[in-house]
């Protein structure tokens, strides 16, 4: 399998290549980078990370699809942008350091739970669009 830039931001930098829910780990991965921009840079920078990640990640998962099936588990940049999406409505309340690890925690099993189970319309384009959308 060709492996190249877009693999390695499609994969967020190999944990898509995780043998065990690699899903899980790309949504778990992403909360120290929700931390990092939260608590370093600013609650704002949460949403702005949603959109660069949606447009790369689009781009990037474009290029895999060429080499691919569509949909390869290993391809988890869109739990990335997912899971910052999910903090989008509590970043503001995200700037206590350690002490808000509760927030994360309940945020990143919501997540979970909705992308597991794909509630509709979710569940109608996960099936229907075979492109990197």
């Known amino acids: 399998m060709k492996k190249g830039f877009s693999f390695t931001l499609a994969t967020f930098f190999g944990v ?3 043998k065990f829910a690699p899903g ?3 949504s778990l991965a992403t909360i120290p980078l929700a931390f990092i921009l939260a608590n370093y840079v600013g609650s ?8 660069l990640v949606f447009i790369i990640g689009t781009m990037a998962t ?3 699809l060429r080499h691919t099936p569509h949909d390869p588990g290993f391809v988890v940049i869109d739990e990335v942008a997912g899971q910052l999406l999910t903090f989008i409505s ?6 206590n ?4 690890w509760p927030l994360y925690l309940t945020g990143f099993i919501l997540f979970r739970i909705f992308d597991i189970f794909k509630p509709q319309p979710v569940r109608w384009a996960d099936r229907k669009i075979t492109n990197a959308w």
Do not use: Q, R
């Open 97 to 100: 350091g350690y002490n808000d």
């Open 16 to 18: 898509g290549y995780s």
């Open 90 to 95: 509590i970043a503001p309340h995200l700037n």
């Open 24 to 26: 899980t780990f790309g």
């Open 44 to 51: 704002w920078s949460i949403g702005v990370a949603v959109l």
């Open 62 to 64: 474009t290029e895999v």
